[in-house]
Protein backbone atom coordinates (compact mmCIF):
# COMPACT_ATOMS: atom_id res chain seq x y z
CA UNK A 1 0.00 0.00 0.00
CA UNK A 2 2.89 2.49 0.93
CA UNK A 3 4.05 1.43 -2.35
CA UNK A 4 1.24 2.39 -3.93
CA UNK A 5 0.84 5.82 -2.40
CA UNK A 6 4.41 6.83 -3.24
CA UNK A 7 3.70 6.17 -6.86
CA UNK A 8 2.16 8.61 -9.81
CA UNK A 9 -1.09 6.44 -10.35
CA UNK A 10 -3.51 7.61 -7.42
CA UNK A 11 -2.04 11.25 -7.98
CA UNK A 12 -4.11 11.59 -11.26
CA UNK A 13 -7.26 10.76 -9.69
CA UNK A 14 -6.42 12.91 -6.57
CA UNK A 15 -5.14 15.97 -8.28
CA UNK A 16 -8.97 15.88 -10.35
CA UNK A 17 -10.94 15.21 -7.37
CA UNK A 18 -10.04 17.67 -4.51
CA UNK A 19 -10.73 21.20 -6.68
CA UNK A 20 -14.31 19.02 -7.21
CA UNK A 21 -14.64 17.96 -3.62
CA UNK A 22 -13.68 21.46 -2.25
CA UNK A 23 -16.38 23.36 -4.59
CA UNK A 24 -19.07 21.13 -3.30
CA UNK A 25 -18.54 20.75 0.34
CA UNK A 26 -18.24 25.22 0.19
CA UNK A 27 -21.39 25.17 -1.77
CA UNK A 28 -23.25 21.60 -1.37
CA UNK A 29 -26.68 23.18 -0.81
CA UNK A 30 -26.47 23.80 -4.61
CA UNK A 31 -25.98 20.29 -6.30
CA UNK A 32 -27.92 17.18 -5.52
CA UNK A 33 -26.59 13.84 -5.14
CA UNK A 34 -27.15 12.77 -8.82
CA UNK A 35 -25.29 15.91 -9.63
CA UNK A 36 -22.15 14.85 -7.59
CA UNK A 37 -22.18 11.44 -8.55
CA UNK A 38 -22.32 12.24 -12.49
CA UNK A 39 -19.06 14.48 -11.66
CA UNK A 40 -17.68 11.65 -10.03
CA UNK A 41 -18.18 9.45 -12.82
CA UNK A 42 -16.71 12.11 -15.30
CA UNK A 43 -13.75 12.35 -13.03
CA UNK A 44 -13.34 8.51 -13.52
CA UNK A 45 -13.54 8.48 -17.12
CA UNK A 46 -10.97 11.23 -17.29
CA UNK A 47 -8.42 9.55 -14.82
CA UNK A 48 -9.28 5.85 -17.20
CA UNK A 49 -8.44 7.47 -20.07
CA UNK A 50 -5.35 9.28 -19.22
CA UNK A 51 -4.41 6.13 -17.53
CA UNK A 52 -4.75 3.89 -20.24
CA UNK A 53 -2.78 6.35 -22.99
CA UNK A 54 0.14 6.59 -20.46
CA UNK A 55 0.04 2.57 -20.05
CA UNK A 56 0.08 2.46 -24.05
CA UNK A 57 2.87 4.97 -23.71
CA UNK A 58 5.41 3.26 -21.22
CA UNK A 59 4.21 -0.44 -23.28
CA UNK A 60 5.73 1.38 -26.65
CA UNK A 61 8.59 2.82 -24.47
CA UNK A 62 9.19 -0.50 -23.35
CA UNK A 63 8.94 -2.26 -26.91
CA UNK A 64 11.82 0.04 -27.97
CA UNK A 65 13.92 -0.57 -24.83
CA UNK A 66 13.56 2.60 -22.95
CA UNK A 67 14.88 2.78 -19.50
CA UNK A 68 13.14 2.54 -16.20
CA UNK A 69 13.46 5.83 -15.31
CA UNK A 70 12.42 7.06 -19.19
CA UNK A 71 9.36 4.76 -18.42
CA UNK A 72 8.04 7.14 -15.20
CA UNK A 73 8.17 10.21 -17.23
CA UNK A 74 4.99 9.88 -19.71
CA UNK A 75 2.70 8.78 -16.52
CA UNK A 76 4.64 12.03 -14.26
CA UNK A 77 3.27 14.53 -17.75
CA UNK A 78 -0.09 13.34 -17.63
CA UNK A 79 -0.44 13.64 -13.39
CA UNK A 80 1.23 17.18 -13.94
CA UNK A 81 -1.05 18.52 -16.22
CA UNK A 82 -3.78 17.24 -13.61
CA UNK A 83 -2.06 19.35 -10.61
CA UNK A 84 -1.98 22.30 -13.04
CA UNK A 85 -5.41 21.82 -12.48
CA UNK A 86 -5.58 21.55 -9.08
CA UNK A 87 -3.27 24.64 -8.47
CA UNK A 88 -4.50 26.75 -11.56
CA UNK A 89 -7.92 26.33 -9.73
CA UNK A 90 -6.13 27.74 -5.88
CA UNK A 91 -4.20 30.48 -8.02
CA UNK A 92 -7.15 31.70 -9.83
CA UNK A 93 -8.22 34.48 -7.13
CA UNK A 94 -5.19 35.84 -5.90
CA UNK A 95 -3.50 36.36 -9.36
CA UNK A 96 -6.51 37.31 -11.33
CA UNK A 97 -6.88 39.96 -8.31
CA UNK A 98 -3.27 41.05 -7.80
CA UNK A 99 -1.32 40.10 -10.70
CA UNK A 100 -4.05 40.65 -13.35
CA UNK A 101 -1.03 40.62 -16.35
CA UNK A 102 -0.02 37.11 -15.02
CA UNK A 103 -1.39 33.87 -16.90
CA UNK A 104 -2.64 32.12 -13.89
CA UNK A 105 -2.91 28.71 -15.99
CA UNK A 106 0.99 29.45 -16.93
CA UNK A 107 2.19 29.65 -13.08
CA UNK A 108 -0.07 26.63 -12.61
CA UNK A 109 1.86 24.32 -15.44
CA UNK A 110 5.21 26.03 -13.93
CA UNK A 111 4.64 25.14 -10.44
CA UNK A 112 3.31 21.95 -11.25
CA UNK A 113 6.12 20.91 -13.55
CA UNK A 114 8.76 22.18 -10.59
CA UNK A 115 6.46 19.44 -8.31
CA UNK A 116 6.07 16.69 -10.98
CA UNK A 117 9.88 17.20 -11.50
CA UNK A 118 10.66 16.75 -7.31
CA UNK A 119 8.24 13.76 -6.79
CA UNK A 120 9.97 11.85 -9.69
CA UNK A 121 13.36 12.45 -8.31
CA UNK A 122 12.00 11.53 -4.84
CA UNK A 123 8.48 10.11 -4.28
CA UNK A 124 4.57 10.85 -4.75
CA UNK A 125 4.31 9.92 -1.09
CA UNK A 126 3.84 13.42 -0.06
CA UNK A 127 1.66 14.63 -2.55
CA UNK A 128 -1.04 12.15 -2.36
CA UNK A 129 -0.67 11.86 1.17
CA UNK A 130 -1.36 15.77 1.12
CA UNK A 131 -3.96 15.57 -1.55
CA UNK A 132 -5.84 12.45 0.01
CA UNK A 133 -5.67 14.72 3.77
CA UNK A 134 -7.29 17.63 1.90
CA UNK A 135 -10.30 15.44 -0.23
CA UNK A 136 -11.05 13.66 3.13
CA UNK A 137 -11.32 17.43 5.04
CA UNK A 138 -13.70 18.52 2.17
CA UNK A 139 -15.51 15.65 1.97
CA UNK A 140 -16.09 15.53 5.62
CA UNK A 141 -16.97 18.86 5.95
CA UNK A 142 -19.77 18.97 3.70
CA UNK A 143 -21.20 15.78 4.49
CA UNK A 144 -21.17 17.74 8.45
CA UNK A 145 -23.28 20.14 6.86
CA UNK A 146 -25.53 18.26 4.95
CA UNK A 147 -26.65 15.93 7.78
CA UNK A 148 -26.28 18.62 10.30
CA UNK A 149 -28.67 20.82 8.38
CA UNK A 150 -31.08 17.73 8.01
CA UNK A 151 -31.94 18.39 11.76
CA UNK A 152 -32.72 22.35 10.74
CA UNK A 153 -36.04 23.29 9.00
CA UNK A 154 -35.12 26.57 7.65
CA UNK A 155 -38.20 29.13 6.90
CA UNK A 156 -39.00 32.31 6.01
CA UNK A 157 -41.79 34.12 7.26
CA UNK A 158 -43.90 36.41 4.26
CA UNK A 159 -44.29 39.83 5.73
CA UNK A 160 -48.32 39.33 4.43
CA UNK A 161 -48.14 42.68 2.87
CA UNK A 162 -51.17 43.31 0.39
CA UNK A 163 -51.36 45.65 -2.53
CA UNK A 164 -53.54 46.43 -5.29
CA UNK A 165 -52.02 48.29 -7.67
CA UNK A 166 -53.57 51.27 -9.82
CA UNK A 167 -50.95 51.56 -12.57
CA UNK A 168 -49.36 48.39 -13.39
CA UNK A 169 -46.29 49.62 -16.26
CA UNK A 170 -43.89 46.89 -16.83
CA UNK A 171 -40.75 47.04 -14.21
CA UNK A 172 -37.39 45.57 -15.11
CA UNK A 173 -34.87 45.31 -11.98
CA UNK A 174 -31.32 45.73 -12.84
CA UNK A 175 -28.95 45.07 -10.31
CA UNK A 176 -25.28 45.44 -10.44
CA UNK A 177 -22.72 43.64 -9.05
CA UNK A 178 -20.84 45.77 -6.64
CA UNK A 179 -21.98 49.14 -8.30
CA UNK A 180 -20.73 51.74 -5.71
CA UNK A 181 -22.55 55.32 -5.57
CA UNK A 182 -20.57 57.71 -7.86
CA UNK A 183 -18.80 59.52 -5.46
CA UNK A 184 -17.02 56.10 -4.43
CA UNK A 185 -16.39 54.61 -7.61
CA UNK A 186 -14.78 58.63 -8.49
CA UNK A 187 -13.20 58.56 -4.31
CA UNK A 188 -11.74 55.22 -3.98
CA UNK A 189 -10.53 54.20 -7.53
CA UNK A 190 -10.52 57.37 -9.98
CA UNK A 191 -13.33 56.47 -11.95
CA UNK A 192 -14.70 59.19 -14.42
CA UNK A 193 -18.36 58.86 -13.64
CA UNK A 194 -19.33 61.96 -16.14
CA UNK A 195 -20.22 59.57 -18.55
CA UNK A 196 -22.40 57.48 -16.94
CA UNK A 197 -24.15 60.36 -14.93
CA UNK A 198 -24.72 62.38 -18.25
CA UNK A 199 -26.19 58.91 -19.72
CA UNK A 200 -28.97 58.66 -17.16
CA UNK A 201 -29.57 62.37 -17.54
CA UNK A 202 -30.55 62.14 -20.83
CA UNK A 203 -32.42 59.01 -20.21
CA UNK A 204 -34.63 60.64 -17.37
CA UNK A 205 -33.61 58.64 -15.05
CA UNK A 206 -33.50 60.10 -10.95
CA UNK A 207 -30.48 59.30 -9.67
CA UNK A 208 -30.44 59.30 -5.35
CA UNK A 209 -27.44 59.98 -3.40
CA UNK A 210 -25.94 57.92 0.25
CA UNK A 211 -28.04 55.26 -0.71
CA UNK A 212 -26.98 52.34 1.06
CA UNK A 213 -27.38 48.50 1.19
CA UNK A 214 -28.54 46.80 4.02
CA UNK A 215 -26.58 43.54 2.99
CA UNK A 216 -22.75 43.13 2.46
CA UNK A 217 -23.19 40.62 -0.12
CA UNK A 218 -25.25 39.64 -2.71
CA UNK A 219 -27.50 37.01 -1.19
CA UNK A 220 -28.22 39.30 1.41
CA UNK A 221 -29.14 42.18 -0.35
CA UNK A 222 -31.34 40.25 -2.40
CA UNK A 223 -32.91 38.96 0.00
CA UNK A 224 -34.05 41.95 1.85
CA UNK A 225 -35.02 43.69 -1.41
CA UNK A 226 -37.51 40.59 -2.37
CA UNK A 227 -38.79 40.04 1.29
CA UNK A 228 -39.19 43.66 2.09
CA UNK A 229 -37.92 42.81 5.66
CA UNK A 230 -34.85 42.51 7.62
CA UNK A 231 -33.87 38.62 7.91
CA UNK A 232 -36.04 36.41 9.58
CA UNK A 233 -34.99 32.82 8.98
CA UNK A 234 -35.94 30.29 11.47
CA UNK A 235 -33.40 28.00 12.49
CA UNK A 236 -32.05 26.43 14.96
CA UNK A 237 -28.11 27.58 13.52
CA UNK A 238 -27.00 29.33 10.56
CA UNK A 239 -25.80 25.84 7.62
CA UNK A 240 -29.50 26.45 5.97
CA UNK A 241 -29.07 30.19 5.40
CA UNK A 242 -27.62 30.10 1.79
CA UNK A 243 -30.28 27.57 0.88
CA UNK A 244 -33.41 29.10 2.30
CA UNK A 245 -32.52 32.75 0.98
CA UNK A 246 -31.28 31.11 -2.45
CA UNK A 247 -35.14 29.72 -2.20
CA UNK A 248 -36.79 33.27 -2.02
CA UNK A 249 -35.18 35.05 -4.67
CA UNK A 250 -35.95 32.00 -6.58
CA UNK A 251 -38.99 32.90 -6.27
CA UNK A 252 -39.74 30.81 -2.95
CA UNK A 253 -42.11 31.07 -0.15
CA UNK A 254 -41.32 35.05 1.65
CA UNK A 255 -40.65 36.52 -1.72
CA UNK A 256 -43.51 39.24 -0.71
CA UNK A 257 -42.39 41.57 -4.14
CA UNK A 258 -43.18 38.26 -6.54
CA UNK A 259 -46.20 37.69 -4.57
CA UNK A 260 -47.50 40.62 -4.70
CA UNK A 261 -47.01 41.56 -8.48
CA UNK A 262 -48.42 38.26 -9.44
CA UNK A 263 -51.52 38.98 -7.25
CA UNK A 264 -52.10 41.88 -9.24
CA UNK A 265 -51.55 40.04 -12.85
CA UNK A 266 -48.21 40.54 -13.46
CA UNK A 267 -46.17 37.97 -15.28
CA UNK A 268 -42.65 37.38 -13.26
CA UNK A 269 -39.53 36.48 -14.77
CA UNK A 270 -35.85 36.08 -13.91
CA UNK A 271 -33.06 36.20 -16.79
CA UNK A 272 -29.55 34.78 -16.98
CA UNK A 273 -27.13 36.50 -16.35
CA UNK A 274 -24.15 37.22 -13.37
CA UNK A 275 -23.02 34.84 -12.51
CA UNK A 276 -26.00 32.02 -13.71
CA UNK A 277 -27.64 29.84 -11.28
CA UNK A 278 -25.53 30.59 -8.13
CA UNK A 279 -28.42 33.08 -6.18
CA UNK A 280 -30.67 30.18 -7.02
CA UNK A 281 -31.34 26.63 -5.63
CA UNK A 282 -34.44 25.93 -8.19
CA UNK A 283 -38.05 28.24 -9.20
CA UNK A 284 -40.56 28.82 -6.65
CA UNK A 285 -44.11 29.44 -7.56
CA UNK A 286 -44.00 33.24 -7.25
CA UNK A 287 -41.88 32.91 -9.89
CA UNK A 288 -43.12 32.17 -13.81
CA UNK A 289 -40.36 31.81 -16.02
CA UNK A 290 -36.56 31.68 -15.57
CA UNK A 291 -34.00 30.57 -18.50
CA UNK A 292 -31.64 29.80 -15.73
CA UNK A 293 -30.67 25.78 -16.60
CA UNK A 294 -30.62 24.73 -12.89
CA UNK A 295 -29.56 20.95 -13.67
CA UNK A 296 -27.11 21.55 -16.50
CA UNK A 297 -24.97 24.76 -14.36
CA UNK A 298 -25.13 22.17 -11.28
CA UNK A 299 -23.08 19.73 -13.10
CA UNK A 300 -21.05 22.20 -15.24
CA UNK A 301 -20.09 24.21 -12.12
CA UNK A 302 -18.52 20.98 -10.79
CA UNK A 303 -16.12 19.63 -13.37
CA UNK A 304 -12.69 19.73 -13.58
CA UNK A 305 -11.17 22.86 -15.80
CA UNK A 306 -14.60 25.15 -15.12
CA UNK A 307 -12.80 27.82 -13.57
CA UNK A 308 -10.45 28.97 -16.40
CA UNK A 309 -9.10 32.28 -17.18
CA UNK A 310 -11.52 34.95 -18.52
CA UNK A 311 -8.97 35.67 -21.85
CA UNK A 312 -10.06 32.00 -22.90
CA UNK A 313 -13.86 32.22 -21.48
CA UNK A 314 -13.87 35.18 -23.77
CA UNK A 315 -12.39 33.27 -26.78
CA UNK A 316 -16.08 32.88 -29.39
CA UNK A 317 -15.33 29.64 -30.00
CA UNK A 318 -14.66 28.46 -26.74
CA UNK A 319 -17.62 30.42 -25.15
CA UNK A 320 -19.52 29.22 -27.94
CA UNK A 321 -19.15 25.56 -27.50
CA UNK A 322 -19.27 25.75 -23.82
CA UNK A 323 -22.85 27.63 -23.88
CA UNK A 324 -24.39 25.01 -26.05
CA UNK A 325 -22.69 22.17 -23.80
CA UNK A 326 -24.01 23.49 -20.23
CA UNK A 327 -27.46 25.68 -20.98
CA UNK A 328 -30.55 25.87 -22.80
CA UNK A 329 -29.55 29.20 -24.33
CA UNK A 330 -26.21 31.13 -23.06
CA UNK A 331 -24.32 30.47 -20.06
CA UNK A 332 -22.72 33.58 -19.09
CA UNK A 333 -20.79 35.70 -16.35
CA UNK A 334 -19.01 39.36 -17.00
CA UNK A 335 -16.08 37.40 -17.80
CA UNK A 336 -17.84 35.96 -20.83
CA UNK A 337 -18.57 36.88 -24.12
CA UNK A 338 -22.49 36.38 -25.03
CA UNK A 339 -23.88 38.32 -21.72
CA UNK A 340 -25.01 41.37 -23.13
CA UNK A 341 -26.22 39.68 -26.44
CA UNK A 342 -28.16 36.96 -24.20
CA UNK A 343 -29.51 39.92 -21.93
CA UNK A 344 -30.62 41.69 -24.54
CA UNK A 345 -32.13 38.93 -26.68
CA UNK A 346 -33.72 37.71 -23.37
CA UNK A 347 -35.01 41.52 -22.81
CA UNK A 348 -36.74 41.86 -26.27
CA UNK A 349 -38.58 38.67 -25.98
CA UNK A 350 -40.02 39.31 -22.73
CA UNK A 351 -41.59 42.41 -24.59
CA UNK A 352 -43.14 40.97 -27.06
CA UNK A 353 -44.38 38.26 -25.43
CA UNK A 354 -45.90 40.81 -22.81
CA UNK A 355 -47.51 43.01 -26.03
CA UNK A 356 -49.15 39.80 -27.05
CA UNK A 357 -50.24 38.79 -24.13
CA UNK A 358 -51.25 42.25 -22.86
CA UNK A 359 -50.57 41.24 -19.15
CA UNK A 360 -47.43 43.60 -17.61
CA UNK A 361 -44.71 41.61 -16.47
CA UNK A 362 -41.88 42.28 -14.02
CA UNK A 363 -38.28 41.14 -14.94
CA UNK A 364 -35.06 41.10 -13.40
CA UNK A 365 -31.46 40.39 -14.12
CA UNK A 366 -27.84 41.15 -13.39
CA UNK A 367 -24.58 42.45 -14.56
CA UNK A 368 -22.02 45.16 -13.27
CA UNK A 369 -18.93 44.51 -11.93
CA UNK A 370 -16.93 42.47 -9.18
CA UNK A 371 -15.72 42.96 -5.75
CA UNK A 372 -12.06 42.40 -4.23
CA UNK A 373 -11.41 38.39 -3.44
CA UNK A 374 -12.97 36.80 -0.76
CA UNK A 375 -9.83 35.36 -0.02
CA UNK A 376 -5.85 35.48 0.07
CA UNK A 377 -6.90 39.35 0.53
CA UNK A 378 -5.12 41.76 3.24
CA UNK A 379 -5.41 45.29 3.83
CA UNK A 380 -1.85 45.14 2.87
CA UNK A 381 -2.87 44.79 -0.38
CA UNK A 382 -5.53 47.10 -0.80
CA UNK A 383 -3.69 49.64 -2.82
CA UNK A 384 -2.70 46.76 -5.31
CA UNK A 385 -6.04 45.79 -5.81
CA UNK A 386 -7.06 49.25 -6.56
CA UNK A 387 -4.06 49.55 -8.26
CA UNK A 388 -5.28 46.32 -10.59
CA UNK A 389 -7.59 48.08 -12.37
CA UNK A 390 -9.58 44.92 -12.37
CA UNK A 391 -13.00 46.77 -11.20
CA UNK A 392 -12.07 50.22 -13.01
CA UNK A 393 -12.03 47.76 -16.04
CA UNK A 394 -14.93 45.98 -15.48
CA UNK A 395 -17.14 49.31 -14.56
CA UNK A 396 -16.36 50.54 -17.84
CA UNK A 397 -17.46 47.16 -19.99
CA UNK A 398 -20.51 47.22 -17.36
CA UNK A 399 -21.38 50.71 -17.83
CA UNK A 400 -21.50 49.60 -21.72
CA UNK A 401 -23.84 46.99 -20.88
CA UNK A 402 -26.30 48.80 -18.64
CA UNK A 403 -26.16 51.75 -21.36
CA UNK A 404 -26.98 49.23 -24.02
CA UNK A 405 -29.90 46.98 -22.11
CA UNK A 406 -31.70 50.29 -21.39
CA UNK A 407 -31.17 52.06 -24.42
CA UNK A 408 -33.57 49.18 -25.93
CA UNK A 409 -36.01 48.99 -22.98
CA UNK A 410 -36.79 52.52 -23.71
CA UNK A 411 -36.87 52.71 -27.35
CA UNK A 412 -39.63 49.11 -26.92
CA UNK A 413 -40.99 50.04 -23.79
CA UNK A 414 -40.67 53.55 -22.72
CA UNK A 415 -43.46 53.35 -20.52
CA UNK A 416 -41.50 51.44 -18.16
CA UNK A 417 -40.57 51.59 -14.65
CA UNK A 418 -36.41 50.92 -15.35
CA UNK A 419 -34.63 49.89 -11.59
CA UNK A 420 -30.69 50.21 -11.61
CA UNK A 421 -29.11 49.33 -8.11
CA UNK A 422 -25.71 47.93 -6.62
CA UNK A 423 -26.07 45.37 -4.53
CA UNK A 424 -23.26 46.26 -2.22
CA UNK A 425 -19.94 47.67 -2.58
CA UNK A 426 -16.47 46.02 -3.71
CA UNK A 427 -14.98 45.65 0.53
CA UNK A 428 -11.12 47.14 -0.67
CA UNK A 429 -11.06 47.15 2.95
CA UNK A 430 -12.16 43.68 3.81
CA UNK A 431 -9.44 42.68 5.71
CA UNK A 432 -9.88 45.15 8.53
CA UNK A 433 -13.29 45.27 9.25
CA UNK A 434 -12.75 40.76 8.77
CA UNK A 435 -10.42 41.12 11.18
CA UNK A 436 -12.23 43.37 13.70
CA UNK A 437 -15.46 42.32 13.76
CA UNK A 438 -14.13 38.82 14.88
CA UNK A 439 -12.42 39.89 18.38
CA UNK A 440 -12.65 43.88 18.65
CA UNK A 441 -14.84 46.56 19.75
CA UNK A 442 -16.31 49.65 17.88
CA UNK A 443 -13.28 51.53 19.16
CA UNK A 444 -10.99 49.72 18.28
CA UNK A 445 -12.56 49.50 14.39
CA UNK A 446 -12.30 52.88 14.68
CA UNK A 447 -8.95 53.01 15.94
CA UNK A 448 -7.64 50.15 13.09
CA UNK A 449 -8.84 52.41 10.43
CA UNK A 450 -7.88 55.45 11.30
CA UNK A 451 -4.00 53.78 11.26
CA UNK A 452 -4.73 52.72 7.80
CA UNK A 453 -5.72 56.53 6.52
CA UNK A 454 -9.34 54.98 6.70
CA UNK A 455 -13.13 56.29 8.46
CA UNK A 456 -15.88 54.50 9.89
CA UNK A 457 -17.98 56.39 6.27
CA UNK A 458 -15.49 55.25 3.76
CA UNK A 459 -15.39 51.69 5.29
CA UNK A 460 -19.43 52.22 5.46
CA UNK A 461 -19.23 53.19 1.85
CA UNK A 462 -17.01 50.56 0.60
CA UNK A 463 -19.18 48.23 2.14
CA UNK A 464 -22.66 49.13 1.83
CA UNK A 465 -22.66 52.38 -0.67
CA UNK A 466 -24.60 51.73 -3.96
CA UNK A 467 -26.07 53.25 -6.86
CA UNK A 468 -29.52 53.36 -6.98
CA UNK A 469 -31.15 55.07 -10.18
CA UNK A 470 -34.81 54.97 -11.12
CA UNK A 471 -36.86 55.71 -14.53
CA UNK A 472 -40.60 56.10 -13.96
CA UNK A 473 -43.32 56.30 -17.40
CA UNK A 474 -42.94 59.99 -16.00
CA UNK A 475 -38.97 60.41 -16.21
CA UNK A 476 -37.17 61.32 -13.80
CA UNK A 477 -39.63 61.69 -10.72
CA UNK A 478 -38.12 61.66 -7.39
CA UNK A 479 -40.20 59.06 -5.68
CA UNK A 480 -38.31 59.24 -2.23
CA UNK A 481 -40.73 61.48 -0.55
CA UNK A 482 -37.85 62.89 1.66
CA UNK A 483 -37.34 59.51 3.05
CA UNK A 484 -33.41 57.78 3.11
CA UNK A 485 -33.23 54.96 -0.09
CA UNK A 486 -32.67 51.77 0.11
CA UNK A 487 -32.64 48.15 -1.01
CA UNK A 488 -35.15 46.77 2.08
CA UNK A 489 -37.79 49.62 1.23
CA UNK A 490 -37.24 49.85 -2.68
CA UNK A 491 -40.37 48.18 -3.72
CA UNK A 492 -42.46 50.41 -0.92
CA UNK A 493 -41.44 53.43 -2.86
CA UNK A 494 -42.33 51.48 -6.37
CA UNK A 495 -45.99 50.38 -5.11
CA UNK A 496 -46.67 53.79 -3.39
CA UNK A 497 -45.91 55.52 -7.00
CA UNK A 498 -47.69 52.94 -8.74
CA UNK A 499 -50.64 54.26 -6.32
CA UNK A 500 -49.73 57.55 -5.69
CA UNK A 501 -49.67 56.82 -1.84
CA UNK A 502 -47.28 57.35 -0.16
CA UNK A 503 -49.35 56.40 2.82
CA UNK A 504 -47.79 52.95 1.68
CA UNK A 505 -44.56 54.16 3.33
CA UNK A 506 -45.81 54.00 6.98
CA UNK A 507 -44.29 50.31 7.12
CA UNK A 508 -41.27 51.19 5.99
CA UNK A 509 -38.10 48.62 7.23
CA UNK A 510 -35.57 50.30 9.54
CA UNK A 511 -32.84 50.61 6.84
CA UNK A 512 -29.90 49.56 9.29
CA UNK A 513 -26.80 48.10 7.43
CA UNK A 514 -24.82 45.89 9.75
CA UNK A 515 -21.41 44.34 9.34
CA UNK A 516 -20.79 41.54 12.09
CA UNK A 517 -22.04 43.20 15.72
CA UNK A 518 -21.38 46.55 14.24
CA UNK A 519 -24.36 49.13 12.90
CA UNK A 520 -22.30 51.15 10.68
CA UNK A 521 -25.35 52.57 8.78
CA UNK A 522 -29.08 53.68 9.86
CA UNK A 523 -31.23 55.20 7.73
CA UNK A 524 -28.99 56.65 5.60
CA UNK A 525 -26.61 57.55 8.82
CA UNK A 526 -23.02 56.48 9.49
CA UNK A 527 -22.66 56.09 12.88
CA UNK A 528 -20.11 57.82 14.70
CA UNK A 529 -17.50 56.33 17.19
Not at 358 to 371: I, R, V, Y
Not at 498 to 505: A, T, V
Request: with cysteine; proline share 4%.
Amino acid sequence: MKNFLASPAPALSLALLAPVLFMWSRNWHMYTWTTLGLAFAVLLAMALLLYTVCRLVIFAARRTGATQAWLRIPGTLLICAAMAQLLVFFLDVPLRAFSPQTNHILAGIVLALAAAGICLRFSFLPVNTVLSVFIALSLGSGLFDVVKTSFEQGEIKDGNISITLKKKPNIYLFWQESYHDFETMESAYGIDTSKLRRYLAEKSFFVYDNVFSTGPNTLSAMYMALAMREFDIQSKGNQDYNQAVRNLIGGGEGNAVYRILKENGYHTKYAVGFPGLYYFTNQGKYLDETDVNFKKFSIASLLPLMDLHPALLENKKISSLLQKAFTRDKFVSPYWSGLLDNLARSIQLTIDEGLHSGKPFFMGFKAGADHSPNINYSYKKRDEWVGSGRYQGLVEKGDVILMTLVDGIIANDPNSIIILIGDHGTHRLRAIWSEVRQRGSFLELNDVLRAEGESLESLAHDIFGVMLAIRTPEGAKDISWGLPMSNINLFRHIFAWCNDDPGLLQDRVKQISNIGGFKLVEDGKIASP
